[in-house]
């Protein structure tokens, strides 16, 4: 049995580290960024890419409405895919035009004639663009893709990596939201705030009878997640310190110390274990120190 609090990540931790070392080590020997299939990238810079929300060189078509591929045709060294959208579809198009997707020589188209297609179903080969492909397949479409794009990276040097790990990371990298109208909350338009704290905003403004804000979910790379949390220290502790402390310094910023990376900072007892304070044991260390 555990307690509330306890850290039992250890006991269900796995390396990724050591690995990506492997990974490393491979895309040095092979002199340079590995690749597969001549311009997509693979190896570690392609977990970075991922991770980083990068854009690929050539990145893949992806499609941006439900429908049926009607045509593809060849103009010059291109190709085109057309799509006739289905318009009882959920998001589907105001007009009911057929969509044409430009195709880059060097993909390779991977529907034919006749098939159905989804939005954000990738139609070529390739690495797809994130925030595009966050955009028109939504939440759980981009972080399936997210894991098994790595999963795929770390299983050629045949190492098998739970899941549970990857989704961590991807959970980060989708946990801010971009506000679009403020209402009666303290956020201006186009302010980056973590969700839970727009959540919990929210919820009192709903409590309280006011307007409640209104926002857009984003992802973002790891360290534009890192650098846009709300606490300086955990922010400072990562990147750009200098930048991060002076930016911290002129706002008038305040840091509740609620997370380990902070606690660490100032050498107070992480709110995890016998430091978190809905923990028995912490309560129990409390009653024998006081009967000492």
């Given at each position: 049995?555990?307690?509330?609090?306890?850290?039992?990540?250890?006991?269900?931790?796995?390396?990724?580290?050591?690995?990506?070392?492997?990974?490393?080590m491979n895309t040095k020997h092979a002199g340079g960024a590995a690749s597969v299939g001549g311009d997509v990238t693979s190896g570690l810079p392609?977990?970075?890419?991922?991770?980083?929300?990068?854009?690929?060189k050539i990145p893949a078509v992806v499609s941006k409405a439900e429908g049926l591929v009607v045509d593809i045709r060849t103009e010059g060294r291109?190709?085109?895919?057309?799509?006739?959208?289905?318009?009882?579809?959920?998001?589907?198009?105001?007009?009911?035009?057929?969509?044409?997707?430009?195709?880059?020589?060097?993909?390779?188209?991977?529907?034919?004639?006749?098939?159905?297609?989804?939005?954000?179903?990738?139609?070529?080969?390739?690495?797809?663009?994130?925030?595009?492909?966050?955009?028109?397949?939504?939440?759980?479409?981009?972080?399936?893709?997210?894991?098994?794009?790595?999963?795929?990276?770390?299983?050629?040097?045949?190492?098998?990596?739970?899941?549970?790990?990857?989704?961590?990371?991807?959970?980060?990298?989708?946990?801010?939201?971009?506000?679009?109208?403020?209402?009666?909350?303290?956020?201006?338009?186009?302010?980056?705030?973590?969700?839970?704290?727009?959540?919990?905003?929210?919820?009192?403004?709903?409590?309280?009878?006011?307007?409640?804000?209104?926002?857009?979910?984003?992802?973002?790379?790891?360290?534009?997640?890192?650098?846009?949390?709300?606490?300086?220290?955990?922010?400072?502790?990562?990147?750009?310190?200098?930048?991060?402390?002076?930016?911290?310094?002129?706002?008038?910023?305040?840091?509740?110390?609620?997370?380990?990376?902070?606690?660490?900072?100032?050498?107070?007892?992480?709110?995890?274990?016998?430091?978190?304070k809905g923990s028995k044991k912490y309560d129990m260390i409390e009653t024998i120190e006081k009967h000492r």
């Amino acid at each position: 049995m555990v307690d509330v609090g306890e850290a039992v990540g250890t006991v269900a931790a796995q390396a990724i580290g050591e690995p990506g070392t492997q990974l490393t080590m491979n895309t040095k020997h092979a002199g340079g960024a590995a690749s597969v299939g001549g311009d997509v990238t693979s190896g570690l810079p392609r977990v970075e890419e991922v991770f980083e929300k990068r854009q690929p060189k050539i990145p893949a078509v992806v499609s941006k409405a439900e429908g049926l591929v009607v045509d593809i045709r060849t103009e010059g060294r291109e190709k085109v895919i057309v799509v006739a959208p289905d318009m009882n579809a959920k998001g589907a198009p105001k007009k009911k035009d057929n969509i044409e997707y430009e195709v880059h020589y060097r993909r390779v188209v991977t529907v034919s004639k006749g098939d159905t297609v989804i939005s954000g179903q990738l139609l070529t080969d390739g690495s797809a663009l994130l925030p595009e492909l966050f955009k028109f397949g939504g939440q759980e479409v981009t972080q399936d893709y997210i894991i098994s794009e790595v999963n795929k990276i770390y299983e050629l040097q045949g190492v098998t990596i739970a899941r549970k790990h990857i989704e961590l990371i991807v959970k980060q990298m989708m946990s801010r939201v971009k506000i679009t109208a403020s209402g009666d909350s303290p956020f201006t338009v186009g302010d980056v705030v973590e969700e839970w704290i727009f959540v919990e905003a929210n919820n009192k403004l709903k409590e309280e009878g006011k307007e409640v804000a209104k926002a857009d979910k984003l992802i973002l790379g790891i360290t534009e997640t890192s650098l846009s949390r709300k606490s300086f220290l955990s922010a400072a502790s990562f990147q750009n310190t200098t930048r991060v402390l002076i930016n911290a310094a002129v706002k008038g910023s305040h840091d509740n110390l609620a997370g380990l990376m902070e606690n660490v900072i100032i050498g107070k007892l992480i709110p995890a274990g016998s430091g978190f304070k809905g923990s028995k044991k912490y309560d129990m260390i409390e009653t024998i120190e006081k009967h000492r």
